[in-house]
């Protein structure tokens, strides 16, 4: 299993960015995928999950409103799109993969690297 993050950068504070992972390795259409991030100072946290039909999204309370994750069953990737960027998600963001959606959003098999996301107040 292989899992590729990108797309992390520097942004200002109410600007956007769109996080891509692509998935090698497994039946993608098959599992869920997942988004964390770490931040320093604080633990790793759960940002979205997506089950393997897309019907079900699940997003911590901090992004809900602000970001949205979606799959490509044919690219093998998945993305996650953050408008509305605040200086307090700021992290390190990973993707994961598992394939029950109920794992995937706390204790996924399977992790990407990091992407480092930067928000300039």
């Known amino acids: 299993v292989q899992l590729q993050a990108s797309g992390g950068g520097l942004v200002q504070a109410g600007g956007s960015l769109t996080l891509s992972c692509a998935a090698s390795?497994?039946?993608?259409?098959?599992?869920?995928m997942g988004w964390f991030r770490h931040a320093p100072g604080k633990e790793r946290e759960f940002v979205a999950a997506?089950?393997?039909?897309?019907?079900?999204?699940y997003y911590a309370d901090a992004v809900k409103g602000r970001f949205i994750i979606s799959r490509d069953d044919v690219k093998n990737t998945v993305y996650l799109q953050m408008n509305n960027l605040k200086p307090e998600d700021t992290a390190v963001y990973y993707c994961?993969?598992?394939?029950?959606?109920?794992?995937?959003?706390?204790?996924?098999?399977?992790w990407g690297q990091g992407t480092e996301v930067t928000v300039s107040s």
């Open positions: 997506i089950n393997w039909v897309s019907v079900n999204k």
């Open positions: 390795g497994f039946v993608f259409s098959s599992y869920a």
């Open positions: 994961a993969a598992d394939p029950r959606l109920s794992v995937v959003r706390a204790t996924p098999n399977y």
